[in-house]
């Protein structure tokens, strides 16, 4: 879950990167909705909570459609989160 915050913070498309209140919000929203953790695994439920620009929603939508990948581990995500 924190994975795919970072990952998103590091996104140069968006415009306004989500923040720690929008993380608070999402595990928030994420706890209230029982989802298993192999479906948040898949892709980013709720993203309407951590990102609040309707074109950084639609930029993700888009990465979503061409079969975008989501780091599933902190190696993933480069040497500044593997210290």
Do not use: C
Not at 7 to 23: A, D, F, G, H, V
Request: hydrophobic residues 35%; without cysteine.
């Amino acid at each position: 879950m924190l994975i795919k915050f970072y990952w998103l913070r590091e996104q140069n498309e968006l415009r306004k990167k989500p923040s720690t209140s929008e993380l608070i919000d999402w595990i928030s929203a994420l706890l209230r909705s029982g989802m298993s953790i192999q479906k948040i695994e898949e892709h980013i439920p709720f993203v309407g909570a951590l990102l609040k620009k309707e074109q950084d929603v639609d930029a993700l939508l888009k990465y979503d459609e061409k079969g975008g990948r989501y780091p599933k581990n902190w190696q993933e995500l480069g040497p500044r989160y593997n210290q």
